[in-house]
């Protein structure tokens, strides 16, 4: 009896933690979590609804300051390396590839769309929009204190429960619609960095300076 009375307690103990939580405090776990698993490298998928010319879908591989970008938007399929400092844009359709500096004004623009996850406990005022089982459904608005005018003005934030891990992450920038899922870990410097050797015949056009 005296264990099924601790079994309990234990049980109303976690849950009442877990309701303690304010929107914050879940939001700041999230990016602890998160700045530990970049260490592995993120996937996600990320759709970006562009006006005028319809919703472009990109899949994304992250480790460190190096990345890889594969999408298509009418009919022409693009795959874009980048290490931070220089970009390798592969067209596919005409086995071209054209090599670019790259310059980032700030650190947030070089982690690219993972930038949209972190600051969120400083720049926003969070609130749960909604709460199921395994998901808390949040609401990140930009706080008036915020003044990166960058920023998105709002931001749709999902988050599991069991892993404090976003699930998707809806929002709008510079007008364009931009939704972000299917988040995992585990990337190779392989995945991420250019090698002609694997694109044979391909025409490669140097345009650094």
Do not use: H
């Amino acid at each position: 009896m005296k264990k099924l009375f601790a079994t309990l307690f234990a049980v109303v103990a976690f849950v009442a933690v877990a309701i303690a939580q304010t929107p914050q405090e879940i939001v700041s776990r999230m990016e602890t979590e998160m700045g530990k698993l970049e260490k592995q490298g993120v996937v996600m998928m990320a759709d970006a609804k562009i006006p005028i010319f319809g919703t472009m879908t990109t899949k994304t591989y992250t480790l460190g300051d190096k990345s890889r970008s594969e999408g298509a938007m009418l009919g022409v399929e693009i795959v874009t390396w980048s290490d931070g400092e220089t970009i390798w844009e592969y067209n596919v359709n005409e086995n071209q590839v054209q090599i670019e500096n790259v310059k980032f004004n700030t650190k947030s623009d070089s982690k690219g769309d993972l930038g949209l996850f972190s600051g969120l406990t400083e720049g926003y005022e969070v609130s749960i929009d909604k709460e199921t089982a395994t998901e808390w459904n949040l609401l990140c608005k930009k706080s008036k204190s915020n003044t990166d005018k960058d920023a998105p003005q709002k931001i749709e934030l999902v988050i599991a429960k069991d892993t404090y891990v976003p699930v998707t992450l809806i929002t709008k920038v510079e007008g364009i619609k931009i939704t972000m899922y299917d988040i995992t870990f585990g990337v190779t410097e392989e995945e991420v960095t250019f090698n002609a050797d694997n694109f044979p015949g391909v025409t490669v056009v140097d345009k650094r300076q």
